[in-house]
């Protein structure tokens, strides 16, 4: 009986391991399988760039064209915001022998809003500030409150001595959507490549007192110029002298009709320009 123990014991000692490295071999080997499979599965669909984890924290306003046309099934992708219209189609400037076509209160028939209305609309825009002066406005700049403001589609910047090519990003918005209505609306008539002439956006405080301050009325004294919430449209530009004013005319009065039914902007019809304030 002693002689069987041992026997017994080493032979139960053999069994175990051999069960042991089976086991570890099954197992292992099941794993490598599975991670073999998994990488075949996963990496045909995920190119190097859209696997890491800068995919998803990439802002879903990159343009488009930087993502591998089809790397991703549409399911997984994640679709770009709507935009604003881009500057895609730059305006060129209308030759100067053109003579332009009036865009103030005696040309179209727009309601007055009130200006104290402007001024609450102004405040409450919601990157709005004070531009006191020049430090303010590139503090503005470098902060985005003031976003630059190009030519674009249906307008073009008149040579501006008293402002700046700056406005609050929703107010640029609002000019981008303004130009692409009146460019719309236009289009496939004599008429079609017209401009809106915006003559002035942001003036710094400094800017409205050289201007020979209008006082809109007796209470406050600021501009809404001065918060960059508003730009003034002086003219509408045919696209030739063959061409008469009624199309761009009746156009832009259409044009601010809407926006302002609608809510998005304030005018003030003035001798010499509309003055439009976008609204929050
Ligand atoms: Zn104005």
Same mark, same amino acid.
């Given at each position: 009986m002693?002689?069987?123990?041992?026997? %017994?014991?080493?032979?139960?000692?053999?069994?175990?391991?051999?069960?042991?490295?089976?086991?570890?071999?099954?197992?292992?080997?099941?794993?490598?399988?599975?991670?073999?499979? %998994?990488?075949?599965?996963?990496?045909?669909?995920?190119?190097? $760039?859209?696997?890491?984890?800068?995919?998803?924290?990439?802002?879903?306003?990159?343009?488009?064209?930087?993502e591998?046309?089809?790397?991703?099934?549409?399911?997984?992708?994640?679709?770009?915001?709507?935009?604003?219209?881009?500057?895609?189609?730059?305006?060129?400037?209308?030759?100067?022998?053109?003579?332009?076509?009036?865009?103030?209160?005696?040309?179209?028939?727009?309601?007055?809003?009130?200006?104290?209305?402007?001024?609450? +609309? +102004?405040?409450?825009?919601?990157?709005?500030?004070?531009?006191?002066?020049?430090?303010?406005?590139?503090?503005?700049?470098?902060?985005?409150?003031?976003?630059?403001?190009?030519?674009?589609?249906?307008?073009h910047?008149?040579?501006?001595?008293h402002?700046?090519?700056?406005?609050?990003?929703?107010?640029?918005?609002?000019?981008?959507?303004?130009?692409?209505?009146?460019?719309?609306?236009?289009?496939?008539?004599?008429s079609?490549?017209? %401009?809106?002439?915006?003559?002035?956006?942001?003036?710094?405080? +400094?800017?409205?007192? +050289?201007?020979?301050?209008?006082?809109?009325?007796?209470?406050?004294?600021?501009?809404?110029?001065?918060?960059?919430?508003?730009?003034?449209?002086?003219?509408?530009?045919?696209?030739?002298?063959?061409v008469?004013? $009624?199309?761009?005319?009746?156009?832009?009065?259409?044009?601010?009709?809407?926006?302002?039914?609608?809510?998005?902007?304030?005018?003030?019809?003035?001798?010499?320009?509309?003055?439009?304030?976008?609204?929050?």
């Open positions: 002693p002689a069987i123990g041992p026997n %017994l014991g080493a032979m139960a000692r053999s069994i175990w391991k051999r069960y042991r490295w089976d086991r570890i071999g099954l197992v292992t080997g099941t794993f490598s399988l599975m991670v073999i499979g %998994l990488v075949a599965w996963v990496s045909p669909d995920v190119p190097p $760039s859209e696997g890491s984890s800068a995919a998803v924290l990439s802002h879903p306003d990159a343009p488009p064209s930087v591998p046309a089809g790397a991703l099934p549409t399911s997984r992708r994640v679709e770009p915001q709507p935009q604003p219209q881009p500057e895609a189609e730059p305006a060129p400037k209308p030759p100067a022998n053109i003579k332009p076509c009036s865009c103030n209160k005696s040309a179209l028939k727009i309601p007055r809003n009130p200006y104290t209305a402007h001024r609450v +609309a +102004a405040r409450n825009l919601p990157n709005s500030f004070f531009v006191k002066d020049k430090s303010g406005l590139d503090w503005g700049r470098k902060a985005g409150k003031l976003v630059p403001v190009e030519d674009g589609r249906g307008y910047i008149a040579p501006l001595s402002s700046h090519k700056a406005l609050l990003p929703e107010a640029r918005n609002v000019l981008h959507a303004i130009g692409n209505a009146f460019a719309d609306e236009l289009k496939g008539t004599p079609e490549g017209a %401009l809106i002439r915006i003559s002035s956006m942001t003036r710094t405080a +400094a800017q409205q007192k +050289a201007l020979g301050q209008r006082n809109y009325n007796a209470i406050g004294e600021e501009s809404t110029h001065s918060y960059g919430a508003s730009f003034d449209i002086a003219f509408t530009d045919r696209p030739s002298n063959d008469t004013c $009624s199309d761009a005319t009746r156009a832009i009065q259409k044009v601010l009709l809407d926006f302002q039914r609608r809510g998005e902007i304030l005018v003030v019809p003035e001798g010499t320009c509309m003055h439009v304030t976008v609204r929050p």
